[in-house]
């Protein structure tokens, strides 16, 4: 059964800089495709970032030119580094993660990490 794992939230100052992590762990499927997302209270859940098994890479508008993902394939993991951050960037991290598994795309998330930007 497949596991993600998030790590590296926490309360940062504006201005300032957090990077997390995403490790999958339960299986040695590899992926596809690696998102993170974030939802603060009363909002829907937003694609921040994506990143495909050949590092083609999207950002959401909101964090262009703030944000950095990266993975390592070899480890099933995924970064994001946040830099720069904003008060509308405190919300709660999830990790998703796509395989195919008997020929079939599923995802998968983890539990999140809260990130709160307040001085």
């Known amino acids: 059964q497949v596991q993600l794992v998030e790590s590296g939230g926490g309360l940062v100052q504006p201005g300032g800089s957090l990077r997390l992590s995403c490790a999958a762990s339960g299986s040695s499927t590899s992926f596809y495709r690696m998102d993170w997302y974030r939802q603060s209270p009363g909002t829907q859940r937003e694609l921040v970032a994506s990143i495909s098994e050949s590092d083609i890479i999207e950002y959401a508008d909101s964090v262009k030119g703030r944000f950095a993902i990266s993975r390592h394939n070899a480890e099933n993991a995924v970064y994001l580094q946040m830099n720069s951050l904003k008060p509308e960037d405190t919300a709660v991290y999830y990790c998703?993660?796509?395989?195919?598994?008997?020929?079939?795309?599923?995802?998968?998330w983890g539990q999140g990490t809260q990130v709160t930007v307040s001085s």
């Open positions: 998703r993660a796509f395989a195919i598994i008997n020929f079939i795309s599923r995802s998968y």
